[in-house]
């Protein structure tokens, strides 16, 4: 088999492939689009980057064997392995084979459905060791609700204050990547005295948008901040969807998104390992 990344010449068949296995149950990955006209945005998107990031593996008839979608980030030697489908279990042991060639010594993020047992497994056999549980949770009907929470739209006034409460440690979107990113990215402050004490990092114009960060500083916990920072993110993408992860133990964060009116839709495991 043959494994490369491809591009935008050969994106519609890659979109037939992941369409037909991530609307398979045991396969689906809500990571992945599975409505038809969002995976060929996400995927033509992908594709017509200057670096691809589909890896997609072949066999001798040049029939596609397995996609994945993969995250490089060479300055950091981080991979993150956001998704994959394979025609068969085997795929995997050549993914990790190329990896180990390509990647040694980098470390590895990934994803996988609870409901992928197939994944897990073969996964756990490469090296991978799973970590955390996440729950994935969908907001239903939902009524905007006051504010009484000083809540304002990022500026560039309170970059110092955002920088200081920031959490960089052991995540992508650093400071410094959601700052360039606010192309894609709404980014909402709970400002107190002048300072940012709060914020939470929003997908935008998506059908379903997705917060990536919410947090409050811990000398300001207790104040409503966090409650008061989802409602306006929500209430920003509205009429669009909204989902979020949640570590399945982080019971007063799980607590206050049922109490919003978000339902647990499934689970994933997160797991990571030293290619």
Not at 57 to 81: A, K
Not at 149 to 159: F, H, T
């Amino acid at each position: 088999m043959k494994i490369q990344f491809e591009g935008k010449d050969k994106a519609s068949e890659i979109i037939e492939y992941i369409y037909q296995h991530n609307n398979n149950t045991e396969e689906y990955c809500h990571l992945c689009p599975r409505e038809h006209g969002e995976l060929v945005s996400a995927i033509e998107r992908l594709a017509g980057q200057e670096s691809s990031s589909l890896l997609v593996i072949r066999d001798e008839n040049n029939e596609i064997r397995g996609v994945f979608r993969l995250l490089v980030e060479e300055d950091d030697r981080y991979l993150e392995m956001l998704w994959g489908f394979v025609q068969e279990p085997s795929v995997y042991e050549v993914l990790f084979d190329h990896l180990r060639e390509a990647y040694s010594g980098y470390h590895l993020d990934a994803v996988v459905t609870k409901v992928n047992q197939t994944m897990y497994h073969a996964y756990e056999k490469q090296g991978i060791v799973y970590n955390d549980e996440e729950m994935e949770m969908h907001l239903g009907e939902y009524t905007p609700k006051p504010v009484s929470a000083n809540i304002v739209k990022y500026k560039p006034i309170y970059e110092q204050s955002f920088r200081a409460i920031h959490d960089d440690e052991g995540v992508y979107w650093t400071a410094e990547r959601m700052l360039q990113a606010l192309d894609r990215y709404n980014v909402m402050l709970a400002v107190e005295n002048g300072e940012a004490v709060g914020y939470i990092e929003m997908t935008t114009g998506c059908e379903e948008n997705e917060p990536i960060q919410l947090l409050v500083a811990p000398e300001h916990r207790g104040k409503g901040y966090g409650r008061a920072l989802l409602q306006a993110a929500i209430e920003a993408e509205l009429p669009k969807k909204v989902m979020l992860e949640v570590y399945v133990n982080n019971t007063p964060a799980v607590n206050l998104y049922r109490s919003l009116g978000f339902k647990e839709t499934l689970r994933e495991y997160l797991g990571s390992m030293t290619v």
